[in-house]
């Protein structure tokens, strides 16, 4: 029924890209049978490489081959080679950064002999299609969500308080907080141009919280929808902003994505003679590879590449004698978090912009055209009551930050009643999707 009802779920949206979830699925399932057979590693390497063949090469047509090739096309033009580019109007198929991460995690363990090969096709079917967390995550490990998926589980009462509790949570950030901050950051990027300084300024910091609310609360719904099952999905953050470094910083947001890098793309590239100088070109290049899941445009490359190389620069201080790290509590606990999340604000910009072009312009605004003037923050913009709501839904979110992991309260009633009432009385009716599911 679960398996039903997951491909029922993701048919809604466009029927026919439920045959690519379906091919993704049956051929790791066949090479999982295949490499499960073989004891010698080496042999199992080509059904490997299938599957990674596979996965990448669906992954690479819908989501980058439009990227490179308008960009060989510009290449050559360069060099006065005339060529006409293969272009694709196609639409991206929802969750294929997710479900094609997860499948290929399950091939690379089963390669290196740290799980056996699932023989139920049915049980690997519903792994990879999943509906809480198929469209956005988290992303799942086979270890993790098989077994689960094959117990014949009785949500407790534990689990249906917990579930209730944290898919209110989920729409409370996106419903109250996510889309009324949104109001603002698209106004200003809608036209960087006709924008000032400051107006860019606090937009970053809106999008910041945007992008926190909008994706965790997605994360919030998932595992609380599962929970009501008895299935408990890993978390994907914790508290990201409030961090001593970049690192500490990624090692927080998106948790799922970054352990899946960090197990099959850094933890390799780094090998067993780890040095200061490979390591920060590692970093670099990871970050560079995570901004690109995100999506086939330059902005994002550099968002990644950006984070790399400021955590590499940070690191090389925090760690090289030369560089003393500062021992003053105060700047420990106040001043180094309050100054990443200002960097953080800043780097964002990369991420939310369309081009390169609106990069420059944006940065261009920020340095040559700022002020403090509340009236420039406000310039054009329809309704300072709006403006005041946004700050009060920021506000609003503070508190959540601080609920306890299982979301345990004196009163789980009047928690409830307080959620629902402020998603009814401020909440946002604008239908706007979630933003990773353009991922």
Known sequence: MLLAGSYYFYMSWKPEYAALLLLSTAIDFWCGLKMGRIKEKKKRKPFLAISLIGNLGMLFFFKYFNFFSLNINDGLGMLGVDYTPAFYSIILPLGISFYTFQTMSYSIDLYNGNIKPETHFGYFALYVSFFPQLIAGPIERSSHLIPQLKKNVTPKMEDIRYGLNKIALGFFKKLVVADSVSVFVDFVFVDLSVSNGAQVSMALFFFAIQSFADFSGYTDIAMGSARL??????????????????????????????????????????????????????????????????????????????????????????????????????????????????????????????????????????????????????????????FYSMAGATMLLIPTIFFNRELKFKSNLLYLIVVFGLIMLIGQDARQQFLYFQF
């Open 229 to 386: 099952m008895g299935i408990k999905l890993i978390d994907n953050f914790n508290r990201p902003y409030w961090v001593r470094n970049f690192r500490d910083f990624w090692s927080r947001w998106h948790m799922s994505l970054t352990q899946w890098i960090f197990i099959y793309l850094q933890t390799p590239l780094l090998g067993k003679r780890r040095s200061q100088f490979r390591a920060f070109w590692v970093n670099i290049l990871v970050l560079g590879t995570i901004g690109f899941w995100h999506g086939a445009t330059w902005p994002f490359i550099l968002f990644g590449v950006s984070h790399g190389l400021v955590m590499g620069v940070q690191l090389y201080i925090e760690y090289d004698p030369r560089f003393p790290v500062v021992k003053n509590q105060l700047y420990q606990r106040l001043f180094r978090p309050l100054w990443n999340a200002t960097l953080m604000c800043l780097l964002v910009l990369m991420y939310r912009s369309q081009n390169v072009d609106d990069i420059i312009v944006g940065y261009t605004k920020i340095f040559t055209d700022f002020s403090f003037s509340f009236s420039d923050i406000l310039s054009g913009f329809n309704s300072s009551t709006a």
